[in-house]
């Protein structure tokens, strides 16, 4: 089975400053990663993914995330935000075989700050 | 396209009355998931289908919840008797096979149980 940590809950930032949002993930077979971002009274929406190749993986909006495999990691960073990056993001992982169905963490709530 | 559309957005019943929440997945989306999101907690899935057969179905509580999928597209979930605990919002998903898109979300129902 897998299972996802996200250690932070909430992280305030100030405009145009870099975050990073931790995301750790635990399972015995090899997995896929994914980012989603959740804005007030919406479905979630993918910020991007990891299935193979490059670790370095680039999404939508500016962010990108770097999977680290002997971390067991895949924090998500932005060099830059706004304040319309305000959102809670989650990470989610799935094995690469069987019904393929997402894990998530308990989500870290961003907060932008002018 | 056309995204996943989730119907009502929002629901106030009394405990121990019934419910039922529909989805519409994108067309084509042979992969259907409902998930279950508690406030301030990652989405936790309930059920999985794949066309019109349960796939993942484990964390369901099957003696109040049930779900289906008629003819491989709509879906209904139902909850009979509701519970204060089942307050929630519910997400429905759509993916193609393995999911390795990414599943696209619904704006959810957002369900209060008094």
């Known amino acids: 089975a897998q299972s996802v940590t996200q250690l932070d809950s909430q992280v305030p930032v100030f405009e145009e400053a870099p975050v990073e949002l931790r995301c750790n993930y635990s399972?015995?077979?090899?997995?896929?990663l994914f980012w989603y971002v959740q804005y007030p009274n919406q479905g979630l929406q993918l910020l991007l993914k990891?299935?193979?190749?490059?670790?370095l993986v680039k999404g939508i909006n500016g962010f990108e995330a770097e999977f680290n495999k002997s971390q067991t990691s895949f924090h998500l960073r932005k060099p830059s935000v706004h304040i319309s990056d305000t959102a809670e993001y989650f990470c989610a992982v799935s094995a690469t075989s069987g019904t393929y169905k997402y894990i998530f963490g308990t989500g870290t709530r961003l907060k932008v700050l002018a | 396209e056309a995204g996943v559309a989730q119907s009502p957005r929002y629901k106030i019943i009394e405990k121990r009355q019934s419910v039922a929440f529909w989805c519409n997945p994108i067309?084509?989306?042979?992969?259907l998931y409902w998930y279950q999101q508690i406030l301030g907690q990652g989405p936790k899935l309930l059920i999985q289908?794949?066309?019109?057969?349960?796939?993942?179905d484990s964390q369901l509580p099957k003696d109040r919840f049930s779900a289906e999928r008629l003819k491989g597209v709509d879906s209904t979930l139902k909850i009979q008797p509701a519970k204060l605990e089942d307050s929630a919002v519910y997400l429905c998903a759509s993916s193609s096979v393995g999911g390795l898109g990414g599943y696209t979300f619904g704006s959810g129902t957002r369900l209060t149980v008094v």
């Open positions: 067309s084509g989306h042979a992969t």
């Open positions: 289908f794949q066309n019109n057969g349960v796939v993942d």
């Open positions: 399972s015995s077979v090899s997995v896929y």
């Open positions: 990891y299935l193979s190749g490059s670790t």
